[in-house]
């Protein structure tokens, strides 16, 4: 094991002693490009988009880890409706009560979906949650205060995205498409509900006592050991997410992005990728596009407003650590197909 151990760390000594001559080198140049205008706006927007999602993202963990500890399988299948389109319909109006980001969405949904919640449940929760509830509608009723019918279309057209790709889940969905789980030391097969070790029969009230405490303890130290692993494994997608769109967001500039949408088709695209490639967290993203009222129309700003929370860059690095690569590209091309189809729609009905 030293072996090992010592031959393991040597692998990351020898590039270390080899790069060292060619950093000190290079020290100047490399100080002036970190000091430069363009690194300090890569550095801010990195910072504020780890920082906006962040939270969101503990929030799941820690959700996720109390349902990990307190809500058992047996809990979780009696509550799960029995009718695909009840459960598709109880789902996507799920996040009225789970007001939760997507970026703590996914945690979420996986634990439960480890504890037996269909996968078709499961996506429409994920879909529709960052969307329908009541923060991001206060937030862009507040962003576009004028265009009540904004604000209407995006709740519409994302429970109705959620809902249809649910049942296209039940349908042609047989597989359990999560990835093989990790086993963890804090896993728990049942539930655990501070389920202690019974003493016996002639054990007095102050042994019984000690373990009932030791036992109390021991829970709520795995809960967190496990709040603390599931967060450090997800958050290096976020911060992985978060670094690259802060580059896109740094190198191109947005009115040659906003070139690229001139047309009728063209515009949808553009404000669908700028919605992937921005990331931004379902709660200020309505902000975002109001910047673009007077240049867009109605059909390709709800567009940007919905497909941005269901599929960005982040999420879809946080869906593939959770779910099977083939069901994230269908899943992926699904979403964007569906709001293509429906802010089209809108667009003309409206």
């Avoid at 307190?70 to 459960?87: A, D, H, Q, W, Y």
């Avoid at 634990?111 to 929760?125: D, E, N, Q, S, W």
């Avoid at 450090?232 to 906003?258: E, H, N």
Wanted: hydrophobic share 55%.
């Amino acid at each position: 094991m030293k072996l090992g151990a010592n031959l393991k760390l040597l692998t990351y000594l020898i590039p270390c002693a080899f790069l060292t001559p060619v950093l000190i080198t290079l020290a100047p140049d490399l100080q002036d490009a970190w000091n430069s205008e363009a690194m300090h706006n890569l550095k801010a927007i990195f910072v504020s988009i780890f920082l906006e999602a962040a939270p969101f993202l503990l929030m799941g963990v820690l959700l996720s880890s109390l349902m990990q500890w307190f809500v058992s399988e047996e809990m979780v299948r009696r509550l799960t409706p029995k009718n695909p389109i009840g459960g598709v319909l109880v789902a996507g109006l799920l996040g009225i009560i789970f007001p939760i980001c997507e970026c703590g969405m996914i945690p979420v949904v996986r634990r439960l979906m480890h504890k037996g919640m269909p996968a078709y449940i499961a996506v429409t929760f994920i879909l529709s949650g960052p969307v329908v509830n009541p923060i991001v509608f206060t937030a862009t009723l507040l962003a576009f205060p004028s265009h009540p019918e904004i604000t209407i279309a995006r709740m519409g057209l994302a429970f109705a995205v959620a809902a249809s790709i649910g049942m296209l889940v039940y349908v042609f969905v047989r597989r359990n498409p999560l990835r093989m789980p990790k086993v963890a030391l804090t896993e728990v097969k049942t539930h655990p509900g501070f389920k202690m070790a019974q003493p016996h029969a002639h054990s007095n009230a102050h042994t019984h006592a000690d373990a009932h405490d030791h036992n109390h303890v021991k829970n709520w130290r795995s809960f967190f050991i496990h709040a603390g692993d599931e967060f450090v494994d997800m958050s290096k997608y976020l911060v992985i997410g978060a670094l690259i769109t802060a580059c896109i967001q740094t190198f191109i500039s947005r009115s040659d992005l906003i070139s690229l949408g001139n047309g009728p088709v063209a515009s949808y695209v553009f404000m669908m990728g700028f919605a992937y490639v921005l990331s931004l967290c379902s709660t200020s993203d309505a902000f975002v596009a109001s910047a673009f009222s007077h240049t867009f129309a109605l059909g390709p700003l709800v567009s940007f407003l919905v497909l941005g929370p269901m599929l960005d860059f982040k999420s879809t690095l946080m869906l593939l650590s959770t779910f099977r690569t083939r069901f994230v590209i269908g899943l992926s091309l699904a979403i964007i197909t569906l709001v293509f189809a429906g802010s089209w729609l809108i667009n003309l009905l409206v």
